[in-house]
T-cell receptor
Framework: AQSVTQLGSHVSVSEGALVLLRCNYS??????LFWYVQYPNQGLQLLLK??????LVKGINGFEAEFKKSETSFHLTKPSAHMSDAAEYFC???????????FGTGTKLQVIP | DAMVIQNPRYQVTQFGKPVTLSCSQT?????MYWYQQKSSQAPKLLFH???????NEADTPDNFQSRRPNTSFCFLDIRSPGLGDAAMYLC??????????????FGSGTRLTVV
C-alpha cells in the first residue's frame, strides 16, 4: 500500500521568499511522484512529476522538487514566491504498474505581500 | 487544445433527486477517473475505467454509479443525493499501461450543492 504525508496544512510566506512544501511518501514498489496545484473552484493541474529519471525535477511556474529515496521525501520548492502562487498544493504517489494515484491531504499556500 | 471538460461547472440538486455529471476528453486517454473532493480534503477516488473495464473502490457507496459509453465520455450518476454528497466532483484522465507515467489531466470540476 502507498501513502503520502504532507506536513503543514497551511503555509504562509512573504512575497519573494522561499517556498518549501513538504511531502513524504511510502510505497511498496518504486513510485512515481507528483505535485499538483489547485486554485479555488478549479481542478488540479500537474506542476511536476518524478518518474525515475533525474532526481531533481523542474516543473511549471518556477517550481522544482527533489526525490530523496533515503528520506522518502519529495519536497516542493520555489526560490521566490509570487502572489499568484497562492493556492492549494497536493503531493501524490503512484506505484509503478498501478493505475491509481494516492493524494496527500494538501497544503494551502498563502503569500503575504 | 486537448483537454478534459466537465459539465456543468455548478449543479444544484434536490435531496433525493437523481443527478448526472458529465466529463468529456479530447486526449484519447484510455483511463478515466472520478474523484470526490470535500472542502479542504484530498480528492477521494470513487471509481475508474480502464478502457471499458469498470473498477469500483471498495468504499464507494452504491448511490454512486458511472457509465462510459465511449472513449471520450464518462458520466457520474448519483441516484439519491444526500446532503453529505455535496462536494466538488473531479474527472481525470491518464494514459494506461505500466510504462512512463504522465500524470493525470483533470477537468475543472463540478461543484454539487444538495438542497
Amino acid at each position: 500500500a502507498q501513502s503520502v504525508t504532507q506536513l503543514g496544512s497551511h503555509v504562509s510566506v512573504s512575497e519573494g521568499a522561499l517556498v518549501l512544501l513538504r511531502c513524504n511518501y511510502s510505497s511498496s514498489v518504486p513510485p512515481y511522484l507528483f505535485w499538483y496545484v489547485q486554485y479555488p473552484n478549479q481542478g488540479l493541474q500537474l506542476l511536476l512529476k518524478y518518474t525515475s529519471a533525474a532526481t531533481l525535477v523542474k516543473g511549471i511556474n518556477g517550481f522544482e522538487a527533489e526525490f530523496k529515496k533515503s528520506e522518502t521525501s519529495f519536497h516542493l520548492t520555489k526560490p521566490s514566491a509570487h502572489m499568484s502562487d497562492a493556492a492549494e498544493y497536493f503531493c501524490a504517489v503512484k506505484p509503478g504498474g498501478y493505475q491509481k494515484v494516492t493524494f496527500g491531504t494538501g497544503t494551502k499556500l498563502q503569500v503575504i505581500p | 487544445d486537448a483537454m478534459v471538460i466537465q459539465n456543468p461547472r455548478y449543479q444544484v440538486t434536490q435531496f433525493g433527486k437523481p443527478v448526472t455529471l458529465s466529463c468529456s476528453q479530447t486526449l484519447n486517454h484510455n483511463v478515466m477517473y472520478w474523484y470526490q473532493q470535500k472542502s479542504s480534503q484530498a480528492p477521494k477516488l470513487l471509481f475508474h475505467y480502464y478502457d471499458k473495464d469498470f473498477n469500483n473502490e471498495a468504499d464507494t457507496p452504491d448511490n454512486f454509479q458511472s457509465r462510459r459509453p465511449n472513449t471520450s465520455f464518462c458520466f457520474l450518476d448519483i441516484r439519491s443525493p444526500g446532503l453529505g454528497d455535496a462536494a466538488m466532483y473531479l474527472c481525470a484522465t491518464s494514459r494506461g499501461g505500466t510504462g512512463a507515467d504522465y500524470g493525470y489531466t483533470f477537468g475543472s470540476g463540478t461543484r454539487l450543492t444538495v438542497v
